[in-house]
């Protein structure tokens, strides 16, 4: 899966992209991550991306025509590629989506910046706006850090153990207590249930626990199963 950024910090990714999974991911061929200069993309001296607001207003918005060109150039005649603008007026990511992004061969993240951008930007060269949370961000770059990550792991071969991803968490419900080495530390025991050998108990035990963890910490992933 290819993944191309649209930034005017493309340094900020520099040491990000450059560990762990996404790392070996990367070099083993499975995710192709790009990160473009949106000054590139600018045709004046200054290598303006951003101008002030029409109507008058504080801060300042990125302009349409340097993400326009950029994205002509960037997607070109390849097929299955959804352009996605990073925003707070955009669909919540989730699991759910997740998945439904981890579908398509490519992505396109516009990283927005300042008091927003130009809504042509919006109505003509975006699929869809993405947020990650009801907060404000200093920009996008966050923001398309957390997509490319939460995206990314769930392309086929990008996580090891693939079995993984079946009992974590937010896939239905909270993942259960996990524990590891020494058995008893500062008087606070690994559960016996563990240590039997047992495995069906065990996969009951871990059941009952994710259960009993979503109702106490995030009751509406509960909810949200009903349905």
Partial sequence: ????????????????????????????GILDIRVHDLREYTTDRHRSTDDYPYGGGPGMVMKVEPIARALR???????????VLTSPQGRRLDMELARELAGHRGLILICGR??????RVVQGYCDMELSVGDYVM?????ASLVAIDVVGRLVP????????????SFGDLLEYPQYTRPRV???RSVPEVLLSGDHERIRQWRAEQSRSRTAKKRPDLLRKTKK
Avoid: C, H, W
């Avoid at 200093?138 to 966050?142: A, I, S, V």
């Fill in 1 to 28: 899966m290819r993944f191309d950024v649209l930034t005017i910090f493309p340094e900020f990714f520099n040491g990000p992209l450059q560990e762990g999974i996404l790392r070996r991911a990367q070099a083993s």
């Fill in 114 to 119: 300042y008091e927003g951008v130009d809504e």
């Fill in 73 to 83: 150039k960037i997607k070109g005649r390849r097929k299955d590629v959804l352009t």
């Fill in 185 to 187: 530390y500062a008087g």
């Fill in 157 to 168: 071969g990008v996580v090891g153990n693939a079995d993984s991803l079946l009992s974590e």
């Fill in 138 to 142: 200093t920009g996008g770059e966050p």
